[in-house]
């Protein structure tokens, strides 16, 4: 039974969908079979799998209206051991066309039932915001892995995130827990990086991954030429950094 985890942040720019893409693919380079789901409307996710989001016939957009089933929106292989589920910006749209359907929180969990024995992890890449499609996803999950960007602003925002969390694991998901919280873009020729992380595991009562993700021009490059790090630079800090924090996400499960 494959275990489900949502990265989310509604704070924008902070990692989350380099995390998705590349902690995916560092899992899948492990030998775990991986299904990557965007559900952000940017669909930067399904891009950085070398994806045209553009040309897809059926994406979570299609899944969510029920025009497909799950089965047909899977694209298998974008790399070995790793199927996605592409968005696009169709996608912005579910929000109002969600409107009056029943029990629309519950439209990813139940199409995910049909597939989660076929994976190790389900990644599910939120958007920056907390809306039906970020609900949606955490009543699907049983973790959520919070990227958190080393700067000053660090902690604005993660205690909604959190109270968001709460309330879905009160109302749609009593199973729901933190994965934890991964830094991201450390730069450790900054005394603040440092002093952020150190803030964040001294004020926050949730697991902090020893792993941190530096700033790293190759992960930066890598989405442009629609390959995850360990494709694109497999000997960079980058790669290196996701494949420590697979192997740190293998040992906690």
Not at 124 to 148: G, K
Not at 150 to 162: F, K, R, T, V
Request: with cysteine.
């Amino acid at each position: 039974m494959g275990k489900i985890i949502s990265v989310a942040n509604q704070k924008g720019g902070v990692g989350k969908t380099t995390t998705a893409i590349n902690l995916s693919a560092a899992l899948a380079e492990k030998g775990k079979k991986i299904l990557v789901v965007d559900i952000d409307p940017q669909g930067n996710t399904t891009s950085g799998f070398g994806v045209d989001k553009n040309e897809v016939e059926n994406t979570i957009y299609e899944l969510m209206l029920d025009d497909c089933t799950v089965a047909e929106t899977i694209i298998h292989d974008v790399i070995k051991n790793a199927d996605l589920i592409p968005s696009n910006v169709n996608l912005a749209a579910a929000e109002i066309e969600l409107i009056g359907v029943n029990n629309k929180e519950f439209i990813l969990r139940d199409a995910m039932d049909f597939i989660r024995q076929d994976y190790d992890y389900i990644i599910m890449d939120c958007p920056p915001s907390l809306n039906v499609l970020t609900v949606n996803a955490m009543a699907a999950s049983d973790t959520v892995l919070v990227p958190i960007q080393c700067e000053y602003y660090a902690l604005e925002g993660l205690s909604q995130l959190i109270h968001t969390i709460n309330l879905v694991r009160e109302r749609l998901n009593d199973k729901l827990d933190v994965e934890g919280i991964v830094f991201t873009m450390y730069d450790s020729r900054t005394n603040l990086s440092q002093q952020v992380v150190d803030n964040v595991r001294t004020n926050v009562e949730l697991r902090v991954y020893n792993t941190v993700i530096p700033r790293n021009i190759r992960l930066a490059e890598a989405p442009s030429f629609g390959m995850p790090i360990t494709q694109y630079d497999t000997r960079s800090a980058g790669a290196e950094a996701y494949r420590k924090l697979a192997d740190e996400l293998i040992s906690s499960n």
